[in-house]
């Protein structure tokens, strides 16, 4: 098992609390703003939160969306209610998503 007490007292680490997804996105990717604020129209507000919860990386390039999720679960979440809802959204033709 993983022991996080090694970790303490070391001065080149830090940790901080991770924002929420579209909170993350809009900071960092500005011109994603529009199509994540279509997509929280566009889907149940339990579907979206149960679904983008975790998600470490979210990249649109051209027709395609690259979402790499928090793990299997969440990528099968995505898989099963999201894929109509993200392509709409965000005006893509083909979703990658790695879990």
């Known amino acids: 098992m993983f ?6 007292g070391n001065g080149h680490l830090s940790a901080e609390a991770a924002d929420a997804f579209e909170v993350r996105m809009v ?3 500005p011109e994603l703003a529009e199509g994540i604020r279509r997509l929280q129209e566009l889907l149940e507000p339990e579907v979206y939160k149960r679904a ?3 998600i470490q ?3 649109k390039r051209g ?3 690259l979402i790499v999720s928090g793990g ?3 990528r099968t979440f995505l898989e099963r209610d999201c894929i109509p809802a993200l392509k709409e959204a965000f ?3 083909r979703i990658q998503i790695i879990g």
Do not use: C, P, W, Y
């Open 27 to 29: 900071r960092e990717k």
């Open 72 to 74: 299997i679960m969440q």
């Open 52 to 54: 983008f919860s975790n």
């Open 3 to 8: 022991d996080k007490n090694h970790l303490t």
């Open 57 to 59: 990386t979210f990249n």
């Open 91 to 93: 005006g893509v033709k």
């Open 63 to 65: 027709e395609a969306l």
